[in-house]
């Protein structure tokens, strides 16, 4: 975890909390892991494999790549901090990946002070919506 970028800050008790807390889920390519539109109340690093997002941008249209991931890349933070549906879909395109999660309370108890950095972080997304 320590490898993640947005928990290197997290000093060791609480990275132990963290660890104690999360799941994990093996996924096959051409998994979903997130749709678009859902609900959301998990939020997800990739451990093993490769992912990426798709969104729709234009009504009608098929979903555009958006982003990749890789190993120690995290998604689902959107939902969870802006109480929103899912922004995309996360699709795998390995053959395996390896996920570990957290649910909503979970992160809102562990990660809540890191919650800044990750709203920064969203900002991000929002070249890819039409206002």
């Given at each position: 975890l320590k490898k993640v970028d947005i928990?290197?800050?997290i000093d060791?008790?609480?990275l132990m909390q963290v660890c104690d807390a999360l799941k994990t889920a093996s996924f096959t390519k051409g998994d979903y892991i997130i749709k678009e539109g859902e609900l959301?109340?998990?939020f997800y690093i990739l451990e093993?494999?490769?992912c990426i997002a798709t969104k729709v941008i234009e009504p009608g249209k098929a979903a555009q790549e958006?982003?990749?991931y890789k190993v120690g890349e995290y998604f689902g933070e959107r939902a969870l901090i802006?109480?929103?549906p899912r922004y995309a879909n996360i699709e795998v395109t390995s053959e395996l990946a390896k996920v570990i999660s957290l649910d909503r309370a979970s992160f809102k108890r562990l990660l809540?002070?890191?919650e800044p950095l990750l709203k920064r972080n969203i900002e991000?997304?929002?070249q890819f919506v039409k206002e």
């Open positions: 928990l290197s800050t060791p008790y609480e959301g109340d998990v093993e494999g490769e958006i982003k990749r802006k109480g929103e809540g002070p890191i991000k997304y929002k």
